[in-house]
C-alpha cells in the first residue's frame, strides 16, 4: 500500500507557473509507476501526464504537451509536476496518482492509488 500527499497548488495569473508536488510513503516508491490527473466540477477526471518507474519514459495528455513537465525523485520518493504557461482552462483539483503497472497503462486505466489532492486555480 503506498500513500500519496500532494503539495503545491495555489492561485496563479494565466501565463504563470506553478510547481506541484507528491510524497509517497513506503520504501517501495520506485516500484510505482507515476502521475497527475486532474478534475473539475460536473466533469470526469482526467489524465495529464505519468512517468515510468525508473523515469526514463513520460506521457502526457495532449492539452499540457509541451507547457507541463513530471519528474520524480526515487531518492526523496517525491513525484513533481512542473506548469509552465498555465491557461485559465488548466484550473482543476490535481490528483497524484500510482500504480504498479505501467505508466504508459495509466493513461488508459484508473490507477489504484490515489492523492487528496491540491487546487490550481488560474486567473485571466
Known amino acids: 500500500q503506498v500513500q500519496l500527499v500532494e503539495s503545491g497548488g495555489g492561485l496563479v495569473q494565466a501565463g504563470g507557473s506553478l510547481r506541484l508536488s507528491c510524497v509517497a510513503s513506503g520504501r517501495t516508491f520506485s516500484r510505482y509507476a507515476m502521475g497527475w490527473f486532474r478534475q473539475t466540477p460536473g466533469k470526469e477526471r482526467e489524465f495529464v501526464a505519468a512517468i515510468s518507474k525508473s523515469a526514463g519514459t513520460t506521457y502526457y495528455a495532449d492539452s499540457v504537451k509541451g507547457r507541463f513537465t513530471i519528474s520524480r525523485d526515487n531518492a526523496k520518493n517525491t513525484v513533481y509536476l512542473q506548469m509552465n504557461s498555465l491557461k485559465p482552462e488548466d484550473t482543476a483539483v490535481y490528483y497524484c496518482?500510482?500504480?504498479?503497472?505501467?505508466?504508459?497503462?495509466?493513461?488508459?486505466?484508473?490507477?489504484?492509488?490515489w492523492g487528496q489532492g491540491t487546487q490550481v486555480t488560474v486567473s485571466s
Open positions: 496518482a500510482a500504480t504498479s503497472s505501467t505508466a504508459q497503462a495509466m493513461a488508459v486505466m484508473t490507477p489504484p492509488h
